[in-house]
T-cell receptor, first 114, second 108 residues
Framework: GAGVSQSPRYKVAKRGQDVALRCDPI?????LFWYQQALGQGPEFLTY????????KSGLPSDRFFAERPEGSVSTLKIQRTQQEDSAVYLC????????????FGSGTRLTVV | AQRVTQPEKLLSVFKGAPVELKCNYS??????LFWYVQYSRQRLQLLLR??SRESIKGFTADLNKGETSFHLKKPFAQEEDSAMYYC??????????FGDGTTLTVKP
């Protein structure tokens, strides 16, 4: 596609519910990144894929967070048993190479846990 | 530890005035530095990166390794420059570290 597409744009989840956030990167971009952005803060790194390989998941805040990119294209970020502190905008970005040319971001998914 | 600091949360200037958005970083290696911009109701987008030494929309940024800074500058601000600006530092490991952003308001 022409850009990075994320869905849903907004998600309201009850505490304890599982959620799945989808990212469709730019075709041909081998690198895919997930970031979490809390209100009033900059994006914080969660995880990084190069094709289907998850090369870095050091930013995932707990084992409730899980990401996959099974065919090296679309990626899903799953959060199990959501907590209020998970409320944030989740940004997906893709890039040629390792991200050093810079990222192309999606519009993000705003997750609100009530 | 990798860190990016943008000391100003808010910056307000008048149209036609010079503007400088500050960014300082800490990293033991040789990072790549970027500026991203987010206009109202739009997605975060890359503005410029230091390795390109380019000028985009009249903005420039020079990497000062001695002061570990990468300040964003424009000699004459325009109202359409009003936006949120994020400084970011990338490494060979792939991930980037972002500052908390500066909201620039250009008044008519």
């Amino acid at each position: 596609g022409a850009g990075v597409s994320q869905s849903p744009r907004y998600k309201v989840a009850k505490r304890g519910q599982d959620v799945a956030l989808r990212c469709d990167p730019i075709s041909g971009h081998v690198s895919l990144f997930w970031y979490q952005q809390a209100l009033g803060q900059g994006p914080e790194f969660l995880t990084y894929f190069q094709n289907e390989a998850q090369l870095d998941k050091s930013g995932l805040p707990s084992d409730r967070f899980f990401a996959e990119r099974p065919e090296g294209s679309v990626s899903t970020l799953k959060i199990q048993r959501t907590q209020q502190e998970d409320s944030a905008v989740y940004l997906c970005a893709s890039s040629l190479g390792r991200g050093l040319p810079g990222y192309t971001f999606g519009s993000g998914t705003r997750l609100t846990v009530v | 530890a990798q860190r990016v600091t943008q000391p100003e949360k808010l910056l307000s200037v008048f149209k036609g005035a010079p503007v400088e958005l500050k960014c300082n970083y800490s990293y033991s290696g040789s990072p790549e530095l970027f500026w991203y911009v987010q206009y109202s109701r739009q997605r975060l987008q890359l503005l410029l990166r230091h390795i390109s030494r380019e000028s985009i929309k009249g903005f420039t940024a020079d990497l000062n390794k001695g002061e570990t800074s990468f300040h964003l500058k424009k000699p004459f601000a325009q109202e359409e420059d009003s936006a949120m600006y994020y400084c970011a530092m990338g490494t060979n490991a792939g991930k980037s570290t972002f500052g908390d952003g500066t909201t620039l308001t250009v008044k008519p």
